[in-house]
């Protein structure tokens, strides 16, 4: 069987939204963008990509403001709304590889944006695309809004509404490497319903846009569609995306970016 975004395809389920916890989590996580995919790269996989406003990873870069975010071309520039104040960027090393580097951003009252920390990340194993569609394997390219947070372990601090449950628990059929995934994450707003858990597998455009694509902590290798970083990354962005600044994510490979 063909891999696919669905926990159902995963875990033979076809367990729809519920309104009990029981339910819930027996059928958790049902249409997510990450499962156990596995980077057949390897340790070949090209080098992440740094964001053109420098920096190593976990430290904040030292460039100048920019009016614009680094390496965001005029058409994905012109979908960030004007009320974002946050923006994570996932610099993607190419169109057809896993690894990636996130950089968060803060746009300050004089409009400019100043850099903030980068980590290394992966997305989806097989690369970027602005078409994304159940089960490519893909990410997708895009400028989404962040508005729901969640995880298996207790809220650490976040400003964005935050749901706890063991509906993030991963199948133990999995690699034990993967168990973790979903300790924390944050929802990136394609095809779901802003304001509700991450966990939730309702998709407004229909089951074959995919969904439940998320920020994720990393396993090392790539993705079915979503973007991972470190634990201490997550704690990070958890602990300082704010509603009030209507943070976004900006995310494809770095010509898809800039184009």
């Known amino acids: ?34 499962g156990a995919a596995h980077d057949s790269a390897g340790s070949t996989s090209p080098k992440a990509a740094a964001p053109p406003a420098g ?14 975010l680094p390496g965001v071309g005029p058409d994905m520039s012109a979908a960030v ?8 960027v996932v610099y993607g090393a190419g169109p057809a590889t896993s690894k990636s580097t996130v950089a968060l951003f803060t ?47 207790a809220d650490p601090g976040a ?13 133990a059929s ?3 490497g993967y168990h973790h995934d979903f300790d924390y994450v944050i929802a990136i707003d394609y095809n779901r319903v802003v ?31 979503c973007v991972t970083v470190s634990k201490d990354a997550m704690r990070y962005l958890l602990r300082t995306l704010a509603p009030s600044d209507h943070p976004v994510i900006v995310m494809g490979d770095t010509a898809h970016l800039a184009g």
């Open 81 to 88: 709304p004007a009320s974002a104040r946050q923006a994570i």
């Open 159 to 171: 400003k964005l509404p935050y749901h706890q449950s063991t509906a993030f628990t991963t199948p």
């Open 107 to 153: 746009r300050a009252a004089d409009g400019l944006w100043h850099g903030g920390p980068t980590w290394p990340s992966h997305n989806a194993i097989h690369g970027w695309t602005t078409a994304h569609h159940e089960g490519d394997l893909k990410s997708p390219v895009g400028v989404f809004t962040l508005h729901d947070a969640g995880g298996l372990l």
């Open 174 to 176: 999995w690699p034990k």
């Open 55 to 68: 920096g190593s990873p976990g430290k904040k870069p030292a460039a100048a403001a920019t009016r614009t």
């Open 1 to 34: 069987m063909t891999r696919t975004e669905s926990w159902g395809a995963m875990r033979g389920t076809a367990t729809i939204r519920t309104a009990t916890l029981a339910a819930a989590t027996a059928g958790a996580l049902l249409l997510t963008g990450c």
């Open 195 to 225: 304001g509700t858990s991450p966990a939730d597998p309702t998709r407004p455009q229909g089951e074959s846009k995919g969904g439940g694509i998320w920020l994720h902590m990393d396993h090392g290798v790539g993705t079915s569609a």
